[in-house]
């Protein structure tokens, strides 16, 4: 080979061994930064807004210096996850607000499942103050918002939650 190919394939060499090590490298990665999440969820179902909105800006980070590197591929791959947790929690929460039994002899009050959507909307606007998926939220509030009418007229409280003080 003339000494300008041999050179070229040498780079081509190394190149290709770099590839391979990131790949190995990043393909070990990718299960932990999951078994971490699993994690957080685990302890906390709320763990996955807060991933939601850290996740989505590395993501984006990592995307505008290279969209093809490995950790932009592989942060991508774990926001997947990372939503489909959000997704879990937000169907958990209005779950929750299905199964709330509410006494016939109430009368007047807030009820039980308004009270864990505003708690729920506390924490979640403190998450996702100034956040890129901005836009997630905002569907789930309007499901919560559904569940919260939905649960307080098949109830029967329809009127105790609009004239709740």
């Not at 070229?8 to 590839?19: A, F």
């Not at 592989?74 to 997704?87: C, E, P, S």
């Not at 509410?102 to 979640?124: C, D, M, N, Q």
């Not at 956040?131 to 939905?150: C, N, P, Q, S, T």
Request: glycine content about 4%; overall charge positive.
């Amino acid at each position: 080979m003339p000494p300008q190919a041999d050179h070229r394939h040498s780079l081509s060499s190394e190149k290709d061994m770099v590839r391979l090590m990131m790949n190995k490298i990043f393909q070990s990665i990718e299960p932990e930064l999951n078994s971490l999440i699993a994690l957080g969820d685990k302890i906390d179902s709320f763990h996955s807004l807060y991933m939601l909105v850290k996740m989505s800006h590395h993501v984006w980070t990592a995307e505008n210096v290279d969209p093809a590197s490995f950790l932009s591929t592989t942060l991508g791959n774990v926001l997947v996850t990372v939503k489909r947790n959000f997704d879990k929690c937000i169907s958990g929460q209005i779950k929750q607000m299905e199964e709330v039994k509410i006494s016939k002899k109430s009368k007047v009050g807030i009820l039980p499942f308004v009270t864990r959507f505003e708690e729920f909307a506390e924490l979640a606007e403190t998450i996702f103050r100034n956040a890129e998926r901005r836009g997630d939220l905002d569907k789930a509030y309007v499901k919560l918002i559904r569940a919260v009418f939905m649960n307080g007229e098949s109830s029967g409280h329809l009127k105790v939650l609009l004239n709740a003080p």
